[in-house]
């Protein structure tokens, strides 16, 4: 029995990174220049062409030796290594803190909603008032 898993399926490897950025298929054909369906089975494919690999990797932000070396199981070992309570860590460890207040980004978004309100109130405003002087006449 073997145990051993295929880790040189690149579409496979291409689908994942593409999740990971936040990237549905229809946006990557867009990219690419196929359709979605096009994209489903360049991510079923196990070899691609080193052409289009470049191609792909441009688009998704990486290079094609990370799409070729993608492991999901060194991004896990990566953030355990890294989290900040881990003792697999033997190194110094790694402080993940805010670099801005999240309170003061909720004030800021009021405050923008509120400026937004206050246009659009004025505007109904005026649409009033130009609609009651052609009433008028």
Do not use: W
């Not at 950025?21 to 229809?26: A, T, V």
């Amino acid at each position: 029995m073997s145990t051993a898993t295929k880790t040189s399926h690149i579409g496979r490897k291409i689908s994942r990174i593409r999740e990971l950025r936040g990237m549905k298929q229809e946006a990557l054909a867009a990219e690419l220049g196929i359709s979605q369906q096009g994209v489903s089975i360049l991510e079923q494919s196990e070899n691609i062409d080193d052409e289009k690999l470049d191609k792909i990797a441009k688009i998704l932000g990486v290079s094609k030796e990370a799409i070729e070396n993608f492991s999901e199981e060194s991004i896990f070992n990566n953030i355990q290594n890294n989290y900040e309570g881990s003792t697999i860590n033997a190194g110094p460890t790694v402080h993940h803190q805010c670099t801005f207040n999240p309170l003061d980004k909720l004030v800021e978004s009021y405050e923008e909603n509120k400026k937004l309100y206050e246009r659009l109130l004025e505007a109904e405003k005026e649409k009033i008032a130009y609609l009651e002087k052609l009433f008028d006449k």
